[in-house]
């Protein structure tokens, strides 16, 4: 019996975290790893195994399903500007790497069978509560542009599953 791995989709491999979790992950997946480098180098992915993924520098907003496997199983979207003065600075680039980008990997994901979806979203959706102790089930009322981003892309994510499905679990780093 051939005992296949499973294809695992990392968008924004190449930034710390993508990295750190390509690397983890390598043994058990084969990982596929999206990353334009705009904000990023591809030196963090130097100790991936060549066998165990692949590389694709491209803009998550030109991610097209050509560009990927017949079969990708786990999605783990960490793609997008988190830089708060860019985000300020020019928010429609903002949100359209982060809203946007997020929906164009929602709908690719559409065309998988996912058995997960993981989103990168933030703590800083949190950033007008005044209690001491969060908890997912607060309103959040976020007011710069970057948690503002997140907080919708989390929104668009509650409907994607809702709508289609689709098994999405959202991370809000600290």
């Known amino acids: 019996l051939i005992c296949m791995k499973k294809n695992i989709l990392i968008t924004g491999i190449s930034g710390f975290i ?36 692949k590389f694709i520098q491209k803009d998550i907003l030109k ?11 786990i999605i783990i979207h960490l793609a997008g500007i988190s830089s708060l003065p860019e985000c300020q600075n020019n928010p429609s680039y903002a949100y359209n790497v982060n809203v946007i980008g ?5 709908e690719l994901a559409r065309s998988f069978k996912l058995k997960k979806f993981i989103f990168a979203s933030t703590s800083a959706v949190y950033e007008n509560n ?15 542009i970057y948690s503002m981003t997140k907080k919708n892309c989390e929104s668009i994510l509650k409907s994607y599953s809702k ?3 689709i098994p999405i679990t959202v991370l809000r780093f600290f």
């Open 130 to 144: 005044k209690e001491k102790i969060f908890k997912e089930s607060q309103q959040n009322y976020p007011d710069l």
């Open 102 to 106: 997020t929906i164009k990997i929602l």
């Open 163 to 165: 709508n289609y499905s």
């Open 63 to 73: 991610l097209k399903k050509k560009d990927l496997p017949n079969n990708i199983d």
């Open 18 to 53: 993508g990295s750190s979790i390509a690397i983890e992950l390598q043994n058990n997946y084969f990982i596929y790893g999206v990353d334009n480098l705009s904000h990023s180098v591809k030196s963090n992915i130097k100790k991936l195994c060549k066998n165990n993924h």
